[in-house]
């Protein structure tokens, strides 16, 4: 049985680069794998992209959430959000351990941005509950946001147990900050960098030069050991974040 979990969380910018110039999925695969996480959480995932694997000789034959899963995570659940003539991306969910059920919800708030929330139920050896893991990326507009942020709160108020373990992260796009007030605090949820590192959510986007905190690792039923900033340099405009987590 164990009782810590590392979780980390991603918006891979479809496998390009900053500036879509070069492909940087199989970099990307590299630095997933040195996060060591039990739990990956990743946003714009390429499921399907003809004009990417046209343009690019190295463009995976898998779908990218398969070819980052590779050997070391053994499940994985995606959630197409988006679909288009030349392909679809999505939220993925890379698990360790056997995810049993998953569900994909529409949140999307208008036709020109798809959004979903990608919920799974894990299976971790020798606990007495399923862990909910929740992939999320909110929409650009605070309206749509805050919209899709009622939705999340009432899916988890609705098919999450109070004493189940619970991880939400992703893309929260919350740069004014309100995920707390209509999220955190109604639920018992706690972001763990506010946690660890002085009462702020970390600074994750831009990348190169974090700004603003965009991204949100939130967890019920845990302690925080760690919580750190990957940067990640020109494969992506937002930082990784990553997390140890304690089960109380």
């Not at 891979?12 to 900053?18: T, V």
């Not at 695969?29 to 946003?43: G, K």
């Not at 971790?124 to 509950?129: C, E, L, Q, S």
């Not at 893309?171 to 605090?185: C, K, P, S, V």
């Amino acid at each position: 049985m164990t009782n810590t979990l590392r979780v980390a969380t991603y918006n891979i910018h479809k496998g390009l680069s900053l500036f879509n110039g070069r492909l940087v999925i199989h970099e990307l695969r590299d630095r997933l794998r040195a996060l060591d996480a039990d739990l990956v959480f990743l946003q714009e995932v390429q499921g399907l992209h003809h004009r990417g694997a046209a343009r690019f000789k190295a463009w995976p034959e898998a779908p990218q959430y398969e070819f980052l899963a590779d050997s070391m995570w053994k499940d994985y659940a995606y959630g197409q959000n988006a679909a288009y003539d030349h392909g679809h991306h999505g939220n993925a969910i890379l698990s360790r351990y056997p995810i049993v059920r998953w569900d994909n919800e529409d949140v999307s708030t208008h036709r020109f941005e798809s959004r979903g929330l990608l919920h799974c139920e894990i299976a971790v050896p020798g606990w007495d509950h399923l862990l909910h893991a929740v992939c999320v990326h909110l929409a650009l507009l605070g309206r749509g946001r805050n919209r899709q942020l009622w939705a999340l709160r009432e899916r988890i108020e609705r098919l999450v147990p109070p004493d189940a373990p619970l991880v939400v992260a992703g893309d929260f796009n919350d740069w004014r900050e309100q995920a707390a007030r209509h999220l955190a605090h109604p639920l018992g949820l706690h972001e763990v960098f506010e946690l660890t590192q002085g009462g702020m959510p970390a600074r994750s986007f831009p990348a190169m030069l974090p700004l603003l905190r965009l991204d949100r690792i939130y967890v019920r039923g845990f302690g925080v050991k760690t919580a750190q900033v990957h940067r990640g340099g020109r494969m992506s405009d937002h930082a990784a974040l990553a997390s140890t987590l304690v089960r109380l």
